[in-house]
């Protein structure tokens, strides 16, 4: 699949002054939101020719996306955009459910309202993200949601470890999102996580996080073997 055709629409000019920032952040934005599904081929030329910027900056760029594992680099097929297999969902899905389930027991336990509050904040900008229907912002709120949990535990440890699988978790929540774009659900979840924590009940914590993050993989999984995959056309 080229990329020329969904991308040159939706991406403008780079100014020079912060060319390889950018560039960066403009090709993120069509992984992010979708013009740019799992599986597409992307090649420095065109990206380069569209962004108006020369092929070692784009090359740069692509680094720093393929370290942020939206991109994958295969020898003999280039550069594709990242996807996430469904035992790794499954995988990613049990060892956030656990961390967050800790944390988000350790903030009811340790740090309590003033806590809430930031976690309403981060909520407030998650549904921000969803009323402008802005696919790159929801992702970005909902990565950052999930994040200051893990920062308020006040655990460093459970931190440090958010912090190693953040790259994967920000591919499967766009890959979540793709697969169940219900941004309603999204912000019905988030809504029950922050209640959830403030209410303080232990075991009602991990039953939340079980269910909000352990069924949603279940579903995307189920949701991706149901759906035939169809070739998408470009006008």
């Known amino acids: 699949?080229?990329?020329?055709?969904?991308?040159?629409a939706r991406i403008p000019k780079v100014a020079a002054r912060t060319r390889l920032i950018e560039t960066s952040n403009a090709i993120r934005r069509v992984i992010l939101d979708g013009t740019l599904p799992s599986g597409t081929r992307v090649k420095d030329q065109e990206l380069a020719l569209i962004l108006?910027?020369?092929?070692?900056?784009?090359?740069?760029?692509?680094?720093?996306?393929?370290?942020?594992?939206?991109?994958?680099?295969?020898?003999?097929?280039?550069?594709?955009?990242a996807t996430i297999d469904d035992e790794t969902v499954a995988q990613l899905a049990e060892v956030r459910a656990t961390l967050e389930t800790l944390a988000g027991q350790r903030i009811a336990r340790t740090t309590g309202s003033a806590a809430v509050v930031?976690?309403?904040?981060?909520?407030?900008?998650l549904e921000r993200a969803v009323g402008?229907?802005?696919?790159?912002?929801?992702?970005?709120?909902?990565?950052?949601?999930?994040?200051?949990?893990?920062?308020?535990?006040?655990?460093?440890i459970l931190a440090e470890?958010?912090?190693?699988?953040?790259?994967?978790?920000?591919?499967?929540?766009?890959?979540d999102l793709e697969?169940?774009?219900?941004?309603?659900?999204?912000?019905?979840?988030?809504?029950?996580?922050v209640d959830v924590i403030e209410a303080g009940d232990p075991v009602a914590i991990a039953d939340h996080f079980a269910g909000h993050i352990m069924d949603?993989?279940?579903?995307?999984?189920?949701?991706?073997n149901e759906t035939p995959v169809v070739a998408k056309t470009r006008s």
Not at 58 to 70: N, P
Not at 216 to 224: E, G, K, L, Q, S
């Open 132 to 156: 402008a229907s802005d696919v790159v912002a929801i992702n970005q709120a909902h990565i950052a949601f999930h994040h200051l949990i893990l920062t308020l535990s006040g655990n460093p």
């Open 161 to 175: 470890s958010w912090t190693a699988l953040e790259l994967r978790a920000r591919l499967e929540m766009r890959v």
């Open 179 to 193: 697969t169940r774009p219900d941004l309603n659900r999204l912000l019905r979840d988030h809504r029950a996580t």
């Open 216 to 224: 949603a993989a279940r579903d995307v999984v189920r949701v991706r």
């Open 1 to 8: 699949m080229s990329t020329v055709e969904p991308v040159a």
């Open 118 to 125: 930031q976690l309403r904040g981060a909520l407030g900008g």
């Open 52 to 81: 108006g910027v020369s092929r070692a900056t784009v090359r740069e760029a692509v680094r720093q996306l393929v370290h942020e594992g939206l991109l994958l680099h295969e020898p003999y097929r280039g550069l594709t955009v």
